[in-house]
Structure formats: C-alpha cells, structure tokens
C-alpha cells in the first residue's frame, strides 16, 4: 500500500506564496508520476501540475509561470511552489501518485487566496 502525506496550505492574501509538500511511504516503485489536484466548491478535480520520476513536467494552462512542481526522488516527496496566488487559486488541493495503472490520494489540504 501507499501514503501519502501532504502539508503547507493554509490562507494567504493575494499575490502571496505557499509551497505545498507531499511524502509517499509504502510500496514506491522506482517509475511513478506524482502530482497535485485540487478541487473547488462545486467544480470537478483538475489537474494542477505533475512530474515524472524522470523530471518531466506538466501543468494547468491557469497555473503556468506561477507555480513550479519539483520532486526529490530519495526522499519520494513532491513539492509545489505557488507564487502570484490568486483568489481562483482557492481550492482543496490533493497530492497524488501514479504508478503501474494505480492512483493514490492524500487527504487534501486547503488553500485559501483571500482577496
């Protein structure tokens, strides 16, 4: 099994930065992807932003030039720096990891973006 242990949300105005970490414990195979969703009231998940084990990135078109994923492979830990948040940003945001075929989820942690 997988954990996944996320932190570093919390309220800021906008403008500001927060810097989200998530630890994955367990059963990590070497080859993954792992990734940060969020979720406002009433909208659907979507995709924010996601990395190979290999470093290869990808990101939300709302989110590009802002906000930088980076990983530390030893450590099986995904980072998520946001900058230049804004009130959109506001959402519960989820870590997650993917491999062979397989999503886990972290428990979520809320951003708040006040205006």
């Known amino acids: 099994q997988v954990q996944l242990v996320e932190s570093g949300g919390g309220l800021v105005q906008a403008g500001g930065s927060l810097r989200l970490s998530c630890a994955a414990s367990?059963?990590?195979?070497?080859?993954?992807?792992m990734g940060w969703y969020r979720q406002a009231p009433g909208k659907q998940r979507e995709l924010v932003a996601a990395?190979?084990?290999?470093?290869?990135?990808n990101y939300a078109d709302s989110v590009k030039g802002r906000f930088t994923i980076s990983r530390d492979n030893a450590k099986n830990t995904v980072y998520l720096q946001m900058n230049s948040l804004k009130p959109e940003d506001t959402a519960v945001y989820y870590c997650?990891?993917?491999?062979?075929?397989?999503?886990?989820w972290g428990q979520g942690t809320q951003v708040t973006v006040s205006s």
């Open positions: 997650n990891l993917r491999q062979i075929y397989t999503d886990y």
């Open positions: 367990g059963s990590i195979f070497r080859i993954n992807t």
């Open positions: 990395i190979t084990s290999s470093g290869t990135t």
